[in-house]
């Protein structure tokens, strides 16, 4: 069974998206703009 992560803003704390398997993850905020990126590998 998978769990789900979700991302977050570092900065405001913006719920950004709710994923399961992720290798590399750019997004950008957009109530801030701050660019927020995450590496999982699993």
């Known amino acids: 069974m998978q769990s789900i ?3 977050r803003c ?4 913006k719920l950004l998206a709710k ?3 992720v290798g ?3 997004i950008k905020c957009p109530r801030c703009k701050t660019v927020n990126t995450t ?3 699993t």
């Open 5 to 7: 992560k979700a991302i």
């Open 10 to 13: 570092t900065f405001c704390n």
């Open 19 to 21: 994923v399961g398997i």
């Open 24 to 26: 590399y993850l750019e």
């Open 39 to 41: 590496c999982q590998f």
